[in-house]
């Protein structure tokens, strides 16, 4: 009896070590698998960022960290990769951070400049409406007070002082109520533009168109509504401020006895006294 329970004795206790190396390999087995791993992410990671850890280069201005590779073991180790001070691969990365910075701050300055021009350029054109506005003030100004020299003026006075863009819209709406139903229906604008642009009275161009031809029903020649002999037109825009045009060169700012009796000598002042009628009525 006591020899077999020294044998079961013995058996159990090799079967205690059995079990104790057994547990042993594994658990290293495990470490050296999860070390390894860990040591090919890290090269992994490396690579992918253009980092080699056996990069020799020139240590960089910056003093950036430098990397180090520790030697690998013989069997089964970890290979390792560290950053350390004066690493010529991570100074390249950190000058390219400045680099990216420094380009940032370029473009931003570049965007600003372009808005500076371009609000200059604004400014600019503004600055040169405004003057062109006020050079054809000062043109009917003088038309004005050139007819006026000569003979009072019988109808109310046209305010240019306003600016363009209100003259227009006025005097628009005003001439093609004037015009409706005939053929110059709807050029209300050409004959405002047209008018401010040579420094003459609005009224006076429709008004003669009526006196002429009944507002353009009745023309001598193609698109001459205006009974001007020699003239004809290719539309009614051409036509409209070819005969302001010619009223402010040949005639002046506005209707009188003594433009009437140049522009219809016959019958001059029936001429005027039609004429001077429709111009009250725009």
Same mark, same amino acid.
């Given at each position: 009896?006591?020899?077999?329970?020294?044998?079961?004795?013995?058996?159990?206790?090799?079967?205690?070590?059995?079990?104790?190396?057994?547990?042993?390999?594994?658990?290293?087995?495990?470490?050296?698998?999860?070390?390894?791993?860990?040591?090919?992410?890290?090269?992994?990671?490396?690579?992918?960022?253009?980092?080699?850890?056996? $990069?020799?280069?020139?240590?960089?201005?910056?003093?950036?960290?430098? %990397?180090?590779?520790?030697?690998?073991?013989?069997?089964?180790?970890?290979?390792?990769?560290?950053?350390?001070?004066?690493?010529?691969?991570?100074?390249?990365?950190?000058?390219? #951070?400045? #680099?990216?910075?420094? *380009?940032? @701050?370029?473009?931003?300055?570049?965007?600003?400049?372009?808005? $500076?021009?371009?609000? *200059?350029?604004? %400014?600019?054109?503004?600055?040169?409406? @405004?003057?062109?506005?006020? @050079?054809?003030?000062? %043109?009917?100004?003088?038309?004005?007070?050139?007819?006026?020299?000569?003979?009072?003026?019988?109808?109310?006075?046209?305010?240019?002082?306003?600016?363009?863009?209100?003259?227009? $819209?006025? /005097?628009?709406?005003?001439?093609? *109520?004037?015009?409706?139903?005939?053929?110059?229906?709807?050029?209300?604008?050409?004959?405002?533009?047209?008018?401010?642009?040579?420094?003459?009275?609005?009224? /006076?161009?429709?008004?003669?168109?009526?006196?002429?031809?009944?507002?353009?029903?009745?023309?001598?020649?193609?698109?001459?509504?205006?009974? /001007?002999?020699?003239?004809?037109?290719?539309?009614?825009?051409? $036509? %409209?401020?070819?005969?302001?045009?010619?009223? *402010?060169?040949?005639?002046?700012?506005?209707?009188?006895?003594?433009?009437?009796?140049?522009?219809?000598?016959?019958?001059? #002042?029936?001429?005027?006294?039609?004429?001077?009628?429709?111009?009250?009525?725009?």
């Amino acid at each position: 009896m006591a020899t077999r329970r020294h044998t079961a004795t013995n058996r159990g206790l090799a079967a205690r070590f059995a079990a104790v190396a057994c547990a042993s390999v594994i658990a290293v087995s495990c470490v050296t698998f999860g070390v390894a791993s860990a040591g090919n992410s890290s090269r992994t990671e490396v690579a992918e960022f253009g980092l080699s850890a056996a $990069a020799s280069a020139t240590p960089s201005a910056y003093a950036s960290p430098t %990397i180090s590779a520790a030697p690998a073991p013989a069997s089964g180790g970890v290979s390792s990769t560290t950053f350390t001070s004066g690493s010529a691969a991570y100074g390249d990365v950190s000058e390219g #951070l400045v #680099l990216e910075s420094a *380009a940032k @701050r370029d473009v931003s300055k570049g965007f600003q400049e372009i808005a $500076a021009e371009e609000e *200059a350029a604004r %400014i600019a054109a503004e600055e040169a409406a @405004r003057a062109e506005e006020q @050079r054809h003030i000062a %043109i009917a100004a003088a038309a004005k007070a050139a007819a006026a020299a000569i003979e009072a003026p019988v109808l109310p006075d046209v305010d240019f002082t306003c600016g363009k863009a209100v003259f227009v $819209a006025e /005097w628009t709406v005003r001439i093609d *109520a004037y015009l409706h139903g005939s053929p110059l229906a709807g050029y209300g604008s050409v004959f405002a533009e047209a008018a401010w642009e040579n420094g003459v009275d609005p009224r /006076w161009s429709p008004a003669i168109s009526n006196t002429e031809s009944t507002k353009g029903r009745h023309c001598f020649r193609a698109y001459n509504a205006w009974g /001007w002999m020699a003239e004809s037109w290719s539309s009614w825009e051409e $036509a %409209i401020n070819a005969h302001v045009a010619g009223l *402010a060169s040949g005639y002046g700012y506005s209707i009188s006895v003594a433009n009437a009796k140049k522009y219809c000598p016959p019958t001059y #002042l029936d001429w005027y006294a039609k004429t001077v009628n429709e111009m009250a009525k725009i």
